[in-house]
């Protein structure tokens, strides 16, 4: 049955990618904030958007398998991006099983995490675009669902007491099913990202009435971000508008330099009610405050014990549930909020090392691109933007390895490499 249901699936999947592989790309960039969905599959329980990316891995082989047996003639070139760096991180990942007490566990953590989320959400749209029209497929996928996520935010506030509690966006269910996840940090994160997708489409339009419809989505998704009272979308959100206005005005920034000082003066003032309404909830929320640092302490005891290659790949749970002071107080163990935490008690200095050569590359590469083709194809800044606060926000949150934070990147470096295809290197 199992055999059946897999063939089943991946038919219409094959098909798609066989002839119109742009929807394939638009679907799979579509489902990337749907976690809350899954399906039980060969026994295993798998999100709707991982479930879509593994099909979409699948099929797309099995169409390269295809070419190559019965069309031996046509040249077929493979792309590679972020190779050296992310192999990096691969082996200290299979490095830190030598320390896991259950290497299979660890193995399967790296297959279904690391090596699926390179497959589907890095090499597969890196070898599928080729044009710019291509991408936009692809962004269009995510603008969408991100409209989507906030329509749902905005709707939550429908049911919630204004006056007596302290209402905020938040995910809602459709028949008991939370297709976004329940936590509102959730829909912080794929909002910041979501948000400055807008702007990218507005950059490639040339039409005025849509460009102002876009710019006024572009608002009410940031603060429909805000609105969920995610400190660390707060956080995120400041960083990006910060560098964007910075990047956009610092030809005027000596001759304007009062007029953006009085300006964000006042937006402070504006924000005030929404500041108030923060603090209200902080009072409240100091046992969160508390977890985290609690999960910060344990991954650095876990480090000190092991150091170099840390306690294995996908141990971080089994680390919280062995802390006597976390089950007793929390409960249920939780996965580490935040990246750092997670990869230095997981794979040790190693880990941590390899990791911050892949964001270094990364950093390199948008600096470059927007310095060299920003002013030639502005869209690249606010791609770019999103794609730096979807990595940003997983100092503080669980997301790290998924497809709404990865896609995005990739889709920041191939803009980049279609606008040196299109302006030359330098």
Not at 96 to 109: I, K, V
Request: with cysteine.
């Amino acid at each position: 049955m199992i055999t059946i249901n897999f063939i089943l699936s991946l038919i219409p999947a094959i098909v798609v990618y066989g002839l119109a592989p742009n929807f394939g790309l638009f679907l799979l960039s579509f489902s990337t904030p749907i976690i809350g969905l899954s399906f039980d599959f060969a026994g295993l329980n798998i999100p709707f958007s991982d479930l879509l990316a593994f099909l979409s891995v699948f099929a797309w082989f099995v169409i390269i398998i295809y070419r190559l047996i019965f069309r031996p003639r046509e040249r077929i070139k493979l792309k590679f991006p972020l190779l050296f760096p992310f192999f990096c991180f691969l082996i200290a990942a299979f490095l830190s099983l030598l320390n896991h007490p259950n290497p299979g566990a660890g193995l399967y953590y790296i297959v279904r995490w690391l090596i699926l989320l390179y497959a589907a959400f890095i090499f597969l749209p890196y070898n599928l675009i080729k044009k710019e029209k291509d991408l936009k497929w692809a962004i269009w996928g995510l603008a969408i669902s991100a409209f989507l996520v906030m329509a749902s935010g905005w709707l939550s506030l429908l049911g919630q007491d204004w006056h007596n509690s302290f209402f905020r966006l938040k995910s809602i269910s459709f028949f008991g099913v939370y297709p976004f996840g329940e936590n509102h940090n959730l829909i912080a994160e794929f909002l910041s990202i979501g948000a400055f997708v807008w702007l990218v489409l507005k950059e490639w339009t040339k039409s005025p009435r849509l460009k102002k419809i876009y710019k006024s989505i572009f608002v009410v998704m940031l603060l429909a971000a805000v609105m969920t009272f995610s400190r660390a979308a707060w956080i995120t959100i400041i960083l990006q508008l910060g560098i964007y206005l910075l990047w956009k005005q610092r030809r005027y920034l000596k001759k304007q330099g009062g007029l953006i000082i009085l300006a964000v003066f006042t937006l402070i003032l504006i924000m005030t009610p929404i500041f108030w309404r923060m603090k209200i909830l902080q009072e409240s929320n100091i046992s969160s405050t508390e977890n985290r640092i609690l999960l910060t302490e344990i991954a650095y005891k876990n480090w000190q014990d092991k150091p170099i290659l840390g306690q294995g790949v996908g141990q971080f749970t089994n680390l919280v549930s062995d802390n006597l002071r976390f089950t007793a107080k929390y409960g249920e163990p939780l996965d580490s909020h935040g990246f750092l935490q997670k990869i230095i008690a997981e794979m040790g200095i190693l880990g941590l090392i390899s990791w911050l050569f892949l964001l270094a590359v990364l950093a390199k590469e948008a600096i470059i691109g927007i310095k060299r083709y920003g002013d030639r194809s502005p869209w690249l800044l606010p791609l770019w933007i999103a794609a730096g606060g979807s990595i940003f926000f997983q100092l503080f949150n669980t997301s790290y390895y998924k497809g709404k934070v990865w896609l995005i990147v990739s889709l920041a470096l191939i803009a980049t490499e279609l606008a040196r295809k299109k302006y030359g290197k330098n």
